[in-house]
């Protein structure tokens, strides 16, 4: 039986065993079979009134951030703040990821972990400036240790947020660094000024590409930077549809608006749940072929299934009932795709 996450195996994981549990874990996490997508990671640093109406925003995933927007002398009140809202659990119920400072402070990282592991709704920690497979191990080492010491199952998650040119050479290892890792974040800002290039040059797609090829090799989510030009609403609709068609699960995202687009382009459209249905029944009327023809209408080319497409349509359909109950728990729901699919 290959171990689950968060079943036994709840050993650190050292910089020496990574080829090992590369080998050996087939990580199949958590985020989709509780029902709980990523298609939005909500960056936040607020006041309490404010973080209370954050769910009324309805992101996927509620990120507290003690990096870039927290400063040294802000710190202590930021966390006691943050700590009082999740004993209230005032967010209804959406997982929330604590974005951690970055390693070079490990003392201040530790400490970190030891006051939000355990809490209601805390799911994982974000650890930022992630560079290669040691930094997610040190991390594995932090929260185990801090597991035990609690008396809590093995089942915090992590997080790597890629942000530099020497993250690129590593980014397979970092994916499967750990069996905590759920998913992988790019950081687009700190990148282009590390590579010294521009968005959405050749050299920022290269290391886009190479981010989602390898979270979908380790079977973790790929999830696309924030975008800083937060009032630019049309502009972020065309990249978010540019990054689900490139294989991104979801996006950072920095405001309510954000939220909701992200959370409108990484769901399915009415014709891609056409197509799954379609994939699917075909299969299940004609069990006897590796492979069938589908026309969705008369007016397109009839396609031609096997196999491969059968699998995508059953992973795309286990997603799309993740996000269907995500919305149902939350007494909303998706309204028709308005991007390119």
């Known amino acids: 039986k290959v171990p689950q996450f968060g079943e036994g195996a709840n050993f650190p994981v050292t910089p020496l065993m990574l080829s090992s549990v590369s080998a050996r874990f087939v990580r199949q996490h958590s985020l989709w079979r509780g029902a709980n997508p990523a298609r939005s990671w909500f960056f936040t640093k607020k006041a309490r009134s404010a973080l209370i109406k954050i769910k009324s925003f309805r992101p996927d995933i509620v ?12 710190k202590r009140s930021v966390v006691k703040e943050y700590v009082a809202t999740l004993k ?99 950081g687009g800002g700190d990148f282009t000024a590390s590579a010294m290039c521009e968005e959405h040059s050749h050299t920022y797609r290269a290391f886009y590409s190479k981010l989602v090829l390898a979270a979908r090799a380790a079977n973790i989510e790929p999830i696309w930077s924030v975008h800083d030009k937060i009032d630019s609403h049309a502009e ?19 405001t309510p608006k954000q939220a909701m687009l992200a959370n409108m382009a990484f769901s399915y459209c009415p014709k891609q749940l056409k197509w799954i249905s379609d994939v699917l029944d075909l299969q299940e009327d004609e069990k006897g072929n590796a492979i069938n023809l589908i026309q969705p209408s008369v007016q397109e080319s009839r396609q031609m ?20 109950t995500s919305t149902a728990k939350a007494g909303t729901r998706n309204e028709d795709c308005i991007l390119p699919s």
Not at 124 to 134: D, M, N, R, S, Y
Not at 306 to 323: L, W
């Open 236 to 254: 972020f609709e065309r990249i978010c549809a540019d990054m689900k068609r490139s294989g991104f699960s979801g996006a950072a995202v920095l």
């Open 63 to 74: 990120v507290l951030d003690l990096e870039d927007s927290v400063t040294a002398a802000e």
């Open 305 to 324: 299934i096997g196999p491969p497409h059968i699998k995508k349509a059953r992973t795309m359909r286990e997603r799309n009932v993740a996000i269907e």
């Open 88 to 186: 209230e659990d005032i967010f209804g119920g959406i997982p929330v990821y604590i974005r951690t400072g970055e390693l070079g402070s490990r003392e201040r990282v530790e400490e970190d972990v030891h006051t939000f592991i355990g809490l209601h709704h805390v799911k994982g920690f974000i650890l930022p400036k992630v560079e290669k497979a040691e930094d997610v191990c040190n991390m594995e080492e932090i929260i185990s240790r801090a597991e035990r010491q609690k008396d809590l199952k093995p089942s915090t998650a992590i997080v790597p947020l890629v942000e530099s040119s020497k993250a690129y050479f590593n980014l397979y290892d970092i994916a499967t660094s750990s069996k905590r890792n759920i998913a992988i974040i790019v």
